[in-house]
């Protein structure tokens, strides 16, 4: 078993920061791509953020410049550092992995959701 643990998410204000942090725990070869999506009410879920194992890194437009993604290989975690917060950035931030528990085994691992609330 995988499992994907968040944490960071609260209520700001506009114009602030918050970091979110992922941590996988369990049966782990190897991980590959890590990243954040989110979903706001009523809305599908969306990438906002994903960062390969050797650090290649991907954003979605409407983060460019606010948002920066980063990963400790050693500690199997992902962190998204949020800047600028915004009240549209309002949404359930979802961590997701790829995961090899051994040699030649693939999985994709979600973690539960942290929420993120940015009141104007």
């Known amino acids: 078993q995988v499992q994907l643990v968040e944490s960071g998410g609260g209520l700001v204000q506009a114009g602030e920061s918050l970091r979110l942090s992922c941590a996988a725990s369990?049966?782990?070869?190897?991980?590959?791509?890590m990243g954040w999506y989110r979903q706001a009410p009523g809305k599908q879920r969306e990438l906002v953020a994903v960062i390969s194992s050797g650090g290649s890194t991907n954003y979605a437009d409407f983060v460019k410049g606010r948002f920066t993604i980063s990963r400790d290989n050693a500690k199997s975690t992902v962190y998204l550092q949020m800047n600028s917060l915004k009240p549209e950035d309002t949404a359930v931030y979802y961590c997701?992995?790829?995961?090899?528990?051994?040699?030649?085994?693939?999985?994709?691992?979600w973690g539960q959701g942290t929420l993120v609330t940015v009141s104007s």
């Open positions: 369990g049966v782990i070869f190897s991980i590959n791509a």
């Open positions: 997701h992995a790829q995961v090899s528990p051994w040699r030649n085994k693939n999985l994709e691992v």
